[in-house]
């Protein structure tokens, strides 16, 4: 296992699982990782015995974590690190990777415990981190194009038949089938790419959609972000362009398949959308 850290500031610092591996640090002790500890909500029944469950959420999850110096030539210079990366004036994003599968977590230093030692003794690092959203991200997000083309030949070409053949398929349903297969649901970043006059543009799931009241043009982006409920066009804010019917929070993948559409007023041939989304799982 390796447990990589990034902080707001760009700056990294390794924690190694093992004697053989390349990080100075050695874990040797973490918990957390795997729990989910779930809020039940509940109300009495009105009529007969028992309650009905009315909610259920995942509170704050709460990650502590030990590692040592593993040459204890190292202790001065990793220690000193090790105190200046861990600023709790700086938020995080800790990876964590085991067997080749690696998943994120924001967070945040409640505690941290790094005394000094004898030259003889391996300088220890304690860490209680606190992580505000208790879900873990897949370290890629997913990019899937909903106006998709799909290829059927490159140039140059020798057809071995006569004539009648697809030169590419085109997604004229403009719907898609988008997998889930994390743990929970997930929402996605939907950008717009117009390569001719499209009038209000809409992204539809279910019955919840977004839709912007405008004409883009050529080389025009929109960018919807459902995660911070932000919507850019060529990097500006244009929020207030949106439909008032339009849902944020209508607009979330399940677990399992969802179906994605889009379409426009006019001009639904000249735009390309694509949806990019993590998967996020209640452990890692």
């Known amino acids: 296992m390796m447990i990589n850290f990034i902080r707001d500031d760009g700056q990294k610092f ?104 004898s030259p003889s003794n391996h300088v220890q690092l304690e860490l209680a981190l606190l992580c505000t959203d208790p879900l873990f991200y897949s370290a890629d997000d997913f990019g899937k194009n909903i106006a998709a083309v799909t290829p059927g030949f490159g140039f140059p070409y020798i057809s071995p038949i006569g004539k009648g053949f697809n030169v590419g398929i085109y997604n004229f349903a403009k719907l898609v089938e988008v997998e889930n297969t994390g743990d929970a649901e997930t929402y996605f970043t939907i950008r717009i790419e117009a390569f001719g006059d499209v009038e209000n543009p809409k992204v539809v799931k279910d019955a919840a959609y977004i839709r912007l009241i405008d004409t883009l043009q050529a080389g025009d982006v929109v960018e919807v972000d459902m995660v911070a409920n932000k919507i850019r066009k060529n990097g500006q804010n244009c929020i207030g362009k949106t439909d008032r019917t339009s849902s944020f929070s209508g607009m979330v993948l399940d677990v399992g398949d969802s179906i994605i559409s889009f379409t426009a007023d006019n001009g639904d041939t000249n735009m390309r959308v694509i949806l990019y989304y993590y998967l996020r799982y209640t452990g890692a």
């Open 14 to 117: 390794t924690l190694g699982g093992s004697r053989s591996d390349s990080a100075a640090w050695g874990i040797t002790k973490v918990e957390g990782l795997g729990n989910a500890e779930y809020e039940i909500s509940t109300e009495k029944n009105a009529v007969g015995d028992g309650d009905t469950i009315t909610g259920c959420r995942l509170p704050a999850r709460h990650i502590d974590l030990t590692a040592n110096v593993k040459d204890v030539k190292n202790n001065r210079m990793e220690r000193e690190k090790a105190l200046t990366f861990f600023n709790p004036k700086y938020g995080f994003k800790m990876s964590v990777t085991r067997g080749g599968v690696s998943r994120w977590i924001p967070t945040r230093i409640e505690k941290r415990q790094c005394p000094d030692a």
